[in-house]
């Protein structure tokens, strides 16, 4: 497939290529995305090239991986954002804000766009959110762009090799006034004595 852009109010969003690898780089230096990330750390200029020019273009190529740049009109890198397919109809998102750009609700309006397309032409039914627990930063972003938190599952993530417990929370097209490419039937709720 080939890699779509996308725009909001303030943003563009793109596929990353090697002119972004020093940009990448250089965000990926922050203690806190080392911290909260998956990412290798120390994040050397060679990790930056080969995922701006393999691991991003490969994942637009093969389906798997939807990788976008956020950038801000002027063409500065604010942030990263990627839809990973899990299961049919099922993708996660994944996401980082440079230092200088966090709090500004840009990362949360690039979150809500590439949902919105996820939803509307990629036929993706359920956006899921999973971070490390104490991960507030990135909570606060799921919460602000309307996900609903699920619970904490335990010992899901692997991050630098040490097992982590992470919260997930889901975003449904339903929840941006947008319908399911399959009908949904919810389970019933339990009833506040417990049966």
Same mark, same amino acid.
């Given at each position: 497939?080939?890699?779509?852009?996308?725009?909001?109010?303030? @943003?563009?969003?793109?596929?990353?290529?090697?002119?972004?690898?020093?940009?990448? &780089?250089?965000? =990926?230096?922050?203690?806190?995305?080392?911290?909260? %990330?998956?990412?290798?750390?120390? &994040?050397?200029? +060679? *990790?930056?090239?080969?995922?701006?020019?393999?691991?991003?273009?490969?994942?637009?190529?093969?389906?798997?991986?939807?990788?976008?740049?956020?950038?801000?009109?002027?063409?500065?890198?604010?942030?990263?954002?990627?839809?990973?397919?899990?299961?049919?109809?099922?993708?996660?998102?994944?996401? !980082? =804000? %440079? /230092? +200088? *750009?966090?709090? *500004?609700? &840009?990362?949360? +309006?690039?979150? @809500?766009?590439? #949902?919105? !397309?996820?939803?509307?032409?990629?036929?993706?039914?359920?956006?899921? !959110?999973?971070? +490390?627990?104490?991960?507030?930063?990135?909570?606060?972003?799921?919460?602000?762009?309307?996900?609903?938190?699920?619970?904490?599952?335990?010992?899901?993530?692997?991050? /630098?090799?040490?097992?982590?417990?992470?919260?997930?929370?889901? @975003?449904? $097209?339903?929840?941006?006034?947008?319908?399911?490419? #399959?009908? &949904?039937?919810?389970? $019933?709720?339990?009833? $506040?004595?417990?049966?």
């Amino acid at each position: 497939m080939q890699p779509v852009t996308l725009t909001t109010d303030r @943003l563009l969003l793109r596929a990353v290529g090697p002119r972004d690898a020093g940009a990448v &780089y250089d965000a =990926a230096q922050d203690p806190d995305i080392q911290r909260w %990330t998956t990412i290798p750390s120390p &994040y050397l200029r +060679e *990790h930056a090239e080969g995922f701006v020019g393999q691991l991003a273009p490969d994942g637009w190529a093969d389906g798997s991986l939807f990788t976008f740049g956020v950038f801000v009109p002027s063409g500065e890198l604010v942030g990263m954002l990627s839809l990973m397919m899990r299961s049919l109809g099922v993708a996660e998102v994944g996401f !980082w =804000a %440079t /230092k +200088e *750009h966090r709090g *500004h609700g &840009y990362i949360t +309006e690039a979150v @809500l766009a590439a #949902s919105r !397309w996820a939803f509307t032409d990629r036929g993706i039914d359920r956006v899921e !959110w999973r971070a +490390e627990v104490g991960n507030t930063g990135s909570r606060a972003v799921a919460e602000r762009a309307g996900f609903t938190l699920e619970g904490t599952l335990r010992s899901a993530l692997n991050n /630098k090799g040490v097992r982590r417990d992470s919260w997930i929370a889901s @975003l449904l $097209p339903s929840d941006l006034g947008l319908p399911s490419t #399959s009908p &949904y039937l919810p389970g $019933p709720t339990p009833s $506040p004595s417990g049966g």
